[in-house]
């Protein structure tokens, strides 16, 4: 079994946060080597698995993947030759140093070799950096697009208040604006609003569409409260854009087909995906393993009927795909336009719903049976299942990588920028077998070096920057392949101590890092000068066993202490624990001058607001991704205080 598990790729052991190393049990491997098609039950399974792998190991890479100026040394499926004798035994000989000499420009090859066609990948040394961009240390902020108020009344934002945003912040001379997922949801769906779960990473949410971007009448303008009622907003913004539709005239529609056209059978697949589950959602179905068994194959007979009796319905899904693509396109060039060196940075969550269009459209490249989850730790004793599907690790290898670049490229198509959620992911996951609790997983490797490869590639194509979220217990290996990449680390305030527990000097930061006061999963620095967090850790229960609210308020009071003699030097006295506007005031001068190539505030912080976007590990009991501004943008930036802010952060970046 172990023999099986090492050559898959599944740790046996592994160690948690507090370096103490833990064991995988022969039941978990067992299950998730099963699940990844290596049957491991008993000795004979093992066996045949084993050969399995000998098997796939001598048939020829779909890919190569290598750097430029670098020889490559050759597969051994490939570096190998038969001897075969007269009475027709064969023996495999292996070609010592069988390596490819260096190719120097970046780029995709056709390949010819030993009689096999394949695609020669060649990255460059590196990603663009911030300096391919613009001279000095930039800056911008971080925004919930739904959270936006702009001058029009929505019940959430969306690309058009977005774009309302780049030009006031472009005008405040910002360089990047870092958004959430836009990655496509389930259509007119208000209880899956989290951008973390998506149907698909290679399509837009239609949600966010903008019609006056595109010259179409805007939507209708609808109240919306300081929470957005997404039950009622989705399926609402569905019917409007239904509407919009059906106003279209015939110039437009061909219009919208030209467009269309370049994004080939992937475009139409996910318009009769929508338009499926749309149709089966009505009648209670989750997911696609929800439906009858007759639509599981997008190949099969009732998928292609379907089609061609709903085709003003596929119409209508190929509509609103176009109208998130372009309308955010427009974003992008009205960004740059604006003065931003970068724009938008985008934002490639970790994983998609399993139920979800690219877990239908390409099962033969995801996981099956195994979800995406983190191991136990003191945050979360019994570990957590992200019910999120990925690529899985053979899949990848089988497609020769083509579902990560297509992955790659939609994500960069209409940004300057990328932040790859869980950058870990690219070297490990920790995967969940179906039915069992998290703490029954493990972790499993992936071709880390194959995709950082291929991240630098699309990366230098699409000339963008690229930010790997590196938050948590390192993988050992990681930290050389991302630094040599040079994609940028993220450097976020609260994580950034030294072990005496003070707050590091921003000056300590790497130069190749994103210096951050918070993430839309962390406390605002208001909130945590306020206590705000503690207030909401006392609710949900969620202090270690054995402490009070008091004991923690009497730690942070202690920290309170280190923050501000970090922040200050303790040139002022410290603010009082209800007074938490100079705090943030500090915060943003201290991102502002720490060596980091960019800064990144959340607009909450910007703001000083006390209320996070999200609170991790909870479901309903915090309105996740449901908060909104008080005010229109506009009026909130002219804010006196909020200006001074701004133009704190913007003149600490030019120091």
């Known amino acids: 079994m172990y023999q099986l598990a090492e050559a898959i790729g599944i740790a046996r052991q592994w160690w948690d946060v507090d370096g103490m190393r833990q064991t995988v049990s022969d039941a978990s491997l067992a299950t998730i080597a099963s699940a990844l098609g290596y049957p491991a039950e008993n000795e004979r399974d093992i066996a045949h698995s084993l050969e399995q792998l000998d098997a796939e190991q001598r048939q020829p890479p779909a890919m190569i993947v290598t750097e430029a100026g670098l020889p490559t040394v050759l597969p051994a499926s490939l570096a190998r030759a038969e001897l075969t004798d007269e009475h027709g035994f064969t023996t495999a000989l292996p070609v010592e140093n069988w390596t490819l000499p260096p190719v120097d420009v970046p780029g995709y090859y056709r390949l010819s070799l030993a009689g096999h066609e394949l695609t020669l990948a060649v990255a460059p040394k590196s990603c663009p950096t911030v300096h391919d961009f613009a001279p000095g240390k930039l800056w911008g902020p971080a925004v919930q697009i739904p959270a936006l108020r702009g001058a029009a009344s929505h019940p959430f934002g969306n690309f058009g208040e977005l774009d309302e945003a780049v030009k006031l912040f472009a005008a405040r001379g910002a360089d990047v604006m870092a958004i959430n997922p836009v990655h496509a949801l389930f259509p007119g769906n208000g209880q899956g ?26 939507l209708p303008e609808q109240p919306g409260g300081a929470l957005i009622d997404w039950e009622g907003a989705l399926p609402r913004r569905l019917a409007d854009l239904r509407k919009t539709f059906a106003g279209l005239d015939a110039a437009t529609r061909a219009r919208i087909a030209l467009d269309n056209a370049p994004h080939g059978e992937g475009l139409q697949r996910q318009a009769l995906f929508d338009a499926l589950d749309v149709r089966f959602r009505a009648q209670g179905a989750g997911g696609w393993q929800d439906w009858p068994a007759a639509f599981h194959d997008p190949d099969g007979p009732a998928v292609a009927k379907f089609a061609a009796e709903n085709r003003e319905e596929i119409e209508f899904h190929l509509f609103a795909q176009w109208l998130a693509r372009e309308s955010m396109a ?3 060039a009205n960004a740059t336009g604006a003065g931003m060196a970068i724009g938008l940075l985008a934002d490639l969550a970790v994983g998609v719903h399993t ?9 033969d490249a995801m996981l099956q049976g195994l979800t995406i989850g983190a191991p136990p730790d003191p945050l979360g004793p019994h570990g957590q299942n992200w019910m999120l599907t990925s690529f899985s690790p053979q899949g990848l290898k089988r497609a020769g990588y083509a579902p990560w670049i297509a992955t790659l490229r939609a994500a960069l198509d209409r940004a300057g920028g990328l932040r790859i959620d869980h950058a870990f992911g690219l070297a490990r996951l920790w995967l969940v077998p179906a039915g069992e609790e998290a703490s029954a997983g493990g972790y499993v490797t992936y071709p880390f070096l194959d995709m950082v490869r291929l991240v630098a590639l699309e990366a230098h194509r699409a000339r963008a920057l690229i930010v790997a979220e590196d938050l948590g217990t390192m993988p050992m290996g990681f930290a050389a392949p991302v630094a040599a990449a040079k994609m940028l680390g993220m450097r976020v305030l609260w994580f950034e101590r030294a072990k005496d527990e003070g707050f590091i000097g921003g000056q300590d930061y790497p130069p190749a890092s994103v210096a951050m006061t918070g993430t839309h999963d962390t406390t605002t620095v208001a909130g945590w000068w306020t206590g705000r967090d503690l207030e909401w850790a006392e609710k949900l229960s969620r202090f270690p066993a054995d402490t009070t609210l008091a004991q923690q308020a009497e730690r942070r009071d202690e920290d309170r202490a280190r923050l501000w003699g970090t922040l200050t030097h303790n040139t002022r006295p410290r603010p009082k624990p209800d007074d938490p506007e100079p705090v943030v005031d500090a915060a943003l001068r201290h991102i502002g001058r720490s060596a980091s190539q960019l800064a990144i505030a959340p607009l909450e912080d910007l703001l000083a607001e006390r209320e996070q976007p999200n609170l991790p590990g909870t479901i309903t009991e915090h309105p996740n991704w449901r908060r909104r501004l008080d005010a229109p943008l506009a009026d ?20």
Do not use: C, H
Not at 639 to 650: F, G
């Open 636 to 655: 909130l930036l002219d804010q006196p205080d909020t200006a001074a802010r701004i133009e704190t952060l913007d003149r600490a970046r030019k120091d």
């Open 330 to 332: 427009k974003v992008q």
């Open 355 to 363: 139920g979800g269009a690219d877990s239908w459209s390409m099962r």
């Open 193 to 218: 609003f989290s951008p973390y779960s998506p149907s698909s990473r290679l399509y837009l949410n239609t949600a966010m569409g903008a019609p006056e971007l595109m010259g179409l009448p805007p």
